[in-house]
């Protein structure tokens, strides 16, 4: 904060301005506060209509009783979701440093082309690529999943790293050539040791992407390797499904991204501060 | 050609990523739409050739008319509610209250959820099956806003589905408040000195110096947003799939492949959906590619 | 040869280069340049001169659009940076940000696969060469703006490079530090005996570092000469211009039976343009010589000057006609009583006081002279750039004067020219005609 006189806002405005950033956290708070309380409440006390009454008494039978069926897809997810962020960091990572420094001719007209790829919807691609993973194999497992994920994370990933090393200044790119670094070497030296911010955007976005993707995951896999999105949506997703168990496998499903977005939060917001996803 | 010894090695190292998109996006775009040609029911894949039999038969489709008014109501109701909740946090936080990280986390959090799991919260939050008051109608009734009291996405309404822009908006307006925090931040100290050198009075120097600046950030959100919510199915699909008040184009694109077994008129919904998607995409990345060239 | 660099340096030649941008800018026409081995040869010109095109060129970082570019006896034209054996220095200094001092200065070493122990060797010589042994295990942030620029000029030595390019290594610098950095560039090369081509924009720099200096102006070489060649013998009226702090005054004149008619007055030109003027046009005709400081015998022609024809030499009697006159500020002085010389007899507007000189700024009757060559040599583009308040018609000069000189404002003065000192030029061309 700089430390220029600034004209102070009269007592009222400052109070009412926390008492609507209260409002507005009671508001995000709030499903929260649903989750954790039904979650947490024994079986006999839960009803929809009893939601925002807190336990009487803490139980785990909830997650207990859930965890089980959510096994399987919980280690599926992290089977899928570790090596797939970084895939495709790493591949951004590449893509990344050739479009931003050492371009080729085309090279502004190919940016944009690979940017359509992170917006087009996935309805588009959906039937062929069914179709193409059944044809070659890789539908059932995790393999295909894996594929998909990481390549359709492409463009993010090659967005955030192009961003990134544009902040790196020409010069000390030209400064290697001159050394006598030709391009993997400049991007072995000079380029990844600054790199770390920029892989910590790109992994933990695209480790949240595939964790908690739904729609390739049903269509590319059998029940044997469900990851969590699917298994969840299986047991909570009827409309007869023990409302406690229903919270409690949400909770355990959201665990793992909310638990790297809280520890790695403020990595995540140093290397967007510092150029990844900039435009 | 003495400058491809330049520029050769960079082309080679990324040229495996763009074959795959070159694939795994364009061609199965083309493949998408040679399918939406073909009359193909059923497993068996079949490549005859319709023309825009498909085409015209969406536009005659009940259904589809119904799915189109209902994702234009849902971006309104959905893009509008996020931009005004993100800039009223963005607002709020912009001048470094005590335990901005606080808040900022909790308003981002949503974003680091599934929308599964959103769905399944949310759907109970807005329970009134069965004429009973539950959920968010039953905090209202406790907390005397029982006025407030919605059947929310089960109403008859065709507006039914302005009920779901609360979850997205509740899931996505922190990203919203970023973009504008980052805008916001962005204007030079200086313009801002200037005019208060100037005489301006903070509400004076916002709406002169501030708001003309935060143009492009609006637009940003605004594109971003509208194509999320175009592209929203894992959302509508677990909180109540099977309603049909509330379907999109999306969702019925699913059932008809996946469970009808009419790939082909799934694969026109899903043209139709990237027509619709790249009309608000394309200017936007032209627009930030000129600009950045710029 | 010297202790710390042990292979010999080598001349650089560059004949017909040219750039020519995508877009259609032609950053640099057809220049002619040859920098002896050892020779510390500046590139100097306003902003968008291509000078730092032209450096880059030599570094390999730009294309040639044609021409060729010759390293000692090799033709470099086609190879790549990394082939090349070349040092750059940059002007942001371009450290490797993430590496000690002692990777960024072995790292040239360690691309073209020197040993670890050779490259130890040859850091910690360099290092304490230029007083850096205390910073070896230090960051780039950790270091002072002047320690950085050490560590990008070891960088450039520990590679014993045959060429030594520096792209206006001091201008991120303050002033004070500039002008001290300066003469330890000096010092430095004399002790390394690197041939160096240097890029700046300052000419106060050029004339102070430069054993040559290459004046550039939108592409095209004007002069290559040696700093007091530049300043005495300027070839055209931008070089004249650009050269000089502060700038040569200019107002338009006439000239018949050997006289030079401006703001009223009649200076008689020197009779005889043989002898200490030298010919007429210093690099038309082929060699200037000068002499290196190394004390080797450097021959090299000039490029061509701003496109036009070439003035034939001229006998001072044979001019006549419109000109423009130039007159350095050192040229005018207050005359000794009684003295010989034509009298001017102005109004100063205002004094500069320096301390042991005076800047006096008065106006002549005359117009004011405003060409294309005087407002590219300021960096203007229009008319009114390079002024504040843009309603000066008449011709304002500037006159250097010695502190004791008895000038007050307002009250007027009378000033002597040196008729040996007056420099004539072609209206039409800008070429220099005496």
Redesign the interface.
Known sequence: MSTAIRSRSAPWVTTAKYVALFALLVFFLLPVYALLVTALKDPSEVSVTRMWELPGSLSFASFTAVWPKLQDGFVNSVMLAVPASVLSAVLGAMNGFVLSKWRFPGADFVFPLILFGMFSPYQAILIPMVQVMSDAGLRGGLDGLILVHVIYGLPITTLIFRSYFAGISDEIIEAAKVDGAGMLRTFFFVALPVAPPAFAVAMIWQFTSAWNDFLFGAVLTNRDYWPITIALNNIAGGQTVPFNEAMASALLACLPTVAVYVILGRFFMRGLMAGALKG | MRKLRRWGPGLLLIAPSLIALGVFVYGFIGWNIRVSFTSWRGLAPKYDFVGFDNYTALARDERFSLDIKHVVVFTIAFVVGSLVLGFVMAMLLERGIRAESVFRTVFLLPMAISFIATAIIWRWLLDNGGGRTAGLNKLFADVGLGFLRSDWHKTDSSFAIAAIALPAGWALSGYVMALFLAGLRGVPDELREAARVDGANEPRVFWHVVRPMLLPVVMSAVVILAHISLKTFDLLYAIDGKNLNIDVPALYMWFTTFDGGFYARGATIATLLLLGVAVVIVPYIWYSVRSERR | MTDVIRTPPSGIRLEGVRKRFPGGVDAVRGVDLDVSPGEFMVLVGPSGCGKSTLLRMI???E?TSGGRIMLGDKDVT?E???QRD???V???Y??????TVRKNLG??LR??GAGSAERERRVVEVAEVLGLSHLLDRRPAALSGGQRQRVAMG?AIV?EPKVFLMDEPLSNLDAKLRVSMRAQLSLLHKRLGVTTVYVTHDQIEAMTLGQRVAVLRDGSLQQCDTPQNLFHRPVNLFVAAFIGSPSMNFVRATVSDGFVHFAGVSVPLPASASGSSGSSLAGASGAVSSVAASGSAVGSASGAASGSAVGSASVAASVAGPVILGIRPTALSVPSAGGPGVRLTVVPDLVEDLGDERYVIFELDAERVDTDATRAAVDATTADDALLVPDAERARFTARLPADAPVAVGEPLDLTVDPDRLHLFDPATGNALR
Request: glycine content about 8%.
């Open positions: 570094a390999g970082l294309e086609t790549l940076p990394q070349v040092a750059m940059f002007q942001s371009a450290l490797y940000p993430r590496m790292f040239g691309m073209r960088r590679r």
